[in-house]
Every structure is written in structure tokens, then in C-alpha cells.
């Protein structure tokens, strides 16, 4: 399996790689307040695209933390509802019936 994981990753790193050089081509940001001459950005195609899906991942990251914890909520809450209905049905429960076995006379 670990040799699995290794070809993967090594796949993915030339992935990135290539992907990395053969979108070298600079990009000028600009936005509202970032028009100025004086503040001029330039990144590389790729960095602007790998930025994006990282920021993607932090995002999307965080909506599965908030959900879990979401429902963490709901399990505790449902937990407490059943130990309550449980001790309730405790409390109506008729007592056992013990029997017992008739008596013989073994003189």
C-alpha cells in the first residue's frame, strides 16, 4: 500500500510540476484599489490558480468543521433523549415476577 501512496504522490508532484511550467506566463492583478501604478502585482498563472484552490480547500475545510460540529450537536441532543426514554421506560416497567419452584417432599 505504501509503495500505492508513493507512486500517487510522486504522479501528483509531476502533475504540479508540469502544470507549474507550462503556465509560467506573468499576470497583472488589478483591482478597484489596487489600480495604481505605484502598486503594480504581477504573479505567474499558475500561483494565481493554485492560491485560488487553496483558498478553495480553507474554505470548503471550514463548512466541514462548522457541519461537524453541527452535528455533534444533534447526536449529544438525540444521546439525551434516548437515555431519558430509556430511564422512563425503567420507571413504568412492572417489578419481575419470581417464581418459585414448588416445594417437594424428599423425607
Avoid at 507550462?22 to 492560491?51: G, Q, S, T
Amino acid at each position: 500500500m505504501r509503495i500505492i501512496y508513493l507512486i500517487l504522490t510522486i504522479v501528483f508532484a509531476f502533475f504540479i510540476v508540469t502544470f507549474s511550467q507550462y503556465n509560467a506566463a506573468p499576470v497583472h492583478l488589478e483591482y478597484y484599489f489596487l489600480k495604481n501604478k505605484w502598486l503594480d502585482i504581477v504573479v505567474p498563472a499558475y500561483m494565481l490558480i493554485f492560491v485560488a484552490l487553496l483558498m478553495g480547500v480553507i474554505i470548503t475545510g471550514f463548512f466541514g468543521v462548522v457541519e461537524r460540529f453541527r452535528l455533534n450537536r444533534t447526536i449529544s441532543r438525540l444521546n439525551r433523549t434516548i437515555r431519558a426514554l430509556r430511564k422512563e421506560l425503567r420507571a413504568n416497567e412492572p417489578p419481575p415476577v419470581i417464581e418459585h419452584p414448588p416445594k417437594t417432599n424428599n423425607v
